[in-house]
């Protein structure tokens, strides 16, 4: 039995429908059997546009189950093939805020590794360019700022994906030696402790595309939630 549970509608036409996607909840089905974004948004439509059949779907991109933050699916097949095309040659923009551990050395910087995911384990790792399967991965980041926590020293960033790989954000800065706030996968920290995050230090705040069918420049944004972020607000550390 699924556990009912909603998502915040940013908007929504005939078209699109952009939501907040809560830290924890799966973007779409999977092996867990909790409830997920995809389908409780498509309960919400049903209920809330009184409609006598199944809304259509579809997911545009995902985002790991411990990130929160805006998320965009399409209401049509041809919305869909739109939005998979803006993907695709990078017209769609996604940027993050993270909670790091540790201070990066540099204020800014972009990151270029090749990823490989392995299917059975639910990982991806940093291997050689050359790699049979690797895929390029990129992001570029800005440090907003750098506080000393009862945590031990913790960097504040926003993060633009310029790829939009399996596990990218979190596998990249980990394989610097500056694992995600509370990521239990790739951090080193927090590998080893016995207590389950179901968020970690990353949230989705904005994302940009045309229209699938206006062609409007749309971006939608959303404030970091979570326990990370809200230690950080209670030190004032911005």
Aim: charged share 30%.
């Amino acid at each position: 039995m699924r556990r009912k549970r909603e998502v915040k509608i940013l908007y929504k036409d005939q078209d699109i429908a952009v939501c907040e996607k809560p830290a924890g909840m799966p973007t779409a089905d999977d092996k867990s059997g909790d409830m997920d974004v995809f389908h409780s948004l498509k309960n919400q439509l049903f209920f809330e546009e009184n409609l006598d059949r199944e809304p259509e779907l579809y997911v545009i991109h995902r985002l790991d189950r411990p990130v929160g933050g805006v998320m965009l699916f399409a209401r049509t097949k041809e919305a869909a093939a739109e939005l998979s095309r803006q993907i695709r040659e990078h017209i769609f923009e996604k940027d993050y805020q993270a909670i790091i551990n540790g201070w990066l050395p540099e204020e800014d910087g972009v990151f270029t590794d090749y990823l490989l995911k392995d299917d059975k384990k639910n990982t991806s790792c940093t291997v050689p360019g050359e790699t049979q399967g690797a895929k390029k991965a990129e992001l570029s980041y800005e440090v907003l700022d750098m506080v000393e926590t009862g945590e031990g020293k913790l960097t504040y960033c926003l993060i633009h994906l310029m790829t939009g790989r399996h596990h990218q954000i979190r596998v990249q800065f980990a394989a610097r030696g500056f694992g995600l706030y509370g990521d239990t996968k790739y951090n080193k920290k927090f590998q080893k402790t016995k207590k389950q995050y179901e968020e970690i230090g990353l949230y989705a705040t904005r994302i940009s595309f045309r229209h699938p069918v206006t062609g409007e420049a749309c971006t939608f944004k959303a404030e970091p939630k979570g326990k990370a972020f809200l230690m950080l607000e209670e030190l004032d550390a911005w």
